[in-house]
């Protein structure tokens, strides 16, 4: 999986555009990457996922918001709001936002980008 980094320092987002097949271990480094420069500025993170195709399960979509400490650098960098736009799969990516927001992240999925930066802004 590829990803682009761009930083909106008018709305305060770090947003990640994704493209390519979507794997646990790239979107743990995606993950990592987005989460700790959202978290150095005090900005929100917001995901594009619209370009990417899955080769994760289930499976994953439960255990990857639990495995903090394969996931994020430092344990603080797990807090904030998130969100992800999706295309496709939907049943996977509410899984994901349900089973995230579960293990306490902040984190909505949406299928328009207007209502992710929305809800990020409230």
């Given amino acids: 999986m590829n990803y682009h980094i761009d930083i909106d320092n008018k709305n305060k987002v770090v947003l990640c555009t994704c493209s390519g097949v979507l794997d646990v271990t790239s979107t743990t480094l995606m993950t990592r990457d987005v989460r700790k420069r959202a978290f150095d500025l ?7 996922v619209t370009n990417v ?9 439960y255990s990857f918001p639990r ?7 430092k344990s ?3 807090f904030g709001k998130a969100a992800v736009v999706y295309k496709n799969d ?27 930066l929305k809800w990020l802004s409230e």
Avoid: P
């Fill in 42 to 48: 005090g900005y929100v993170s917001l995901y594009d």
């Fill in 53 to 61: 195709s899955l080769d994760v399960g289930i499976i994953d979509a």
């Fill in 67 to 73: 495995d903090i400490k394969k996931i994020y650098e």
């Fill in 76 to 78: 603080q960098h797990r």
């Fill in 90 to 116: 939907v049943n996977f990516w509410k899984f994901f936002e349900n089973t995230s927001r579960n293990t306490g992240l902040d984190i909505m999925v949406f299928d328009e980008r207007e209502q992710a």
